[in-house]
Antibody
Framework: EVQLVESGGGLVQPGRSLRLSCAAS????????MHWVRQVPGKGLEWVSG????????GYVDSVKGRFTISRDNAKNSLYLQMNSLRAEDTALYYC??????????????WGQGTLVTVSS | QSALTQPASVSGSPGQSITISCTGT?????????VSWYQQHPGKAPKLMIY???KRPSGVSNRFSGSKSGNTASLTISGLQAEDEADYYC???????????FGGGTKLSVL
């Protein structure tokens, strides 16, 4: 059974940093691309970032380019999102999601339960 | 990176069929068959219902079907059931610069 468990969320002041982690199990992690998707409570889904199986292809939504960095450690079956210079508008529930393929092809077949990031002074 | 356009809400009665549209551009929906659809119940994580325009993952009911014409993709749910009441999101690949774009979501009410 695929399991994706996010951690690292919390309350942080504007301008500070936070690192999200996603522990994956139940599948061969390095066979699949991975994504971060966020959702403001009560609002829609927004793709944040994706990374291919070998980190050779990486993408970000425009609003986080230069501030967020996605990475993965295939030896540890883990996905990360380093979030710097956080803004109030980054407040959301952040989901880790597994692609159905090895490249960033946007079919997110499995999702974690999310970790809440709140940016506020 | 503009969001794909979906109706805010649709409704139908049990047993009926409904269709949710998802309008993009020639840079996303119109250029790729990499359209997917997600169902999200309140307080739950999204669930993949359709991928690559019209393919169903294992375990998804064949009451759910996907299609595309030009820059617009559609999700059709036939034989509506109470448990289909949820939010539905479309998603498309948008090239190797933008990568991924979601629709704004559609709330389906089963009356």
């Amino acid at each position: 059974e695929v399991q994706l468990v996010e951690s690292g969320g919390g309350l942080v002041q504007p301008g500070r940093s936070l690192r999200l982690s996603c522990a994956a199990s139940g599948f061969t992690f390095d066979d699949y691309a991975m994504h971060w998707v966020r959702q403001v409570p009560g609002k829609g889904l927004e793709w944040v970032s994706g990374i291919s199986w070998n980190s050779g292809s990486i993408g970000y939504v425009d609003s986080v380019k230069g501030r967020f960095t996605i990475s993965r450690d295939n030896a540890k079956n883990s996905l990360y999102l380093q979030m710097n210079s956080l803004r109030a508008e980054d407040t959301a529930l952040y989901y880790c999601a597994k692609d159905i393929g090895y490249d960033i092809l946007t079919a997110l077949g499995d999702w974690g339960q999310g970790t809440l990031v709140t940016v506020s002074s | 990176q503009s969001a794909l356009t979906q109706p805010a809400s649709v409704s139908g009665s049990p047993g009926q069929s409904i269709t949710i549209s998802c309008t993009g551009t020639s840079s996303d929906v119109g250029s790729y068959d990499l359209v997917s659809w997600y169902q999200q119940h309140p307080g739950k994580a999204p669930k993949l219902m359709i991928y690559e325009r019209s393919k169903r993952p294992s375990g998804v009911s064949n009451r759910f079907s996907g299609s595309k014409s030009g820059n617009t993709a559609s999700l059709t749910i036939s034989g509506l059931q109470a448990e289909d009441e949820a939010d539905y999101y479309c998603c498309s690949y948008a090239g190797s610069s933008t990568f991924v774009v979601f629709g704004g979501g559609t709330k389906l009410s089963v009356l």
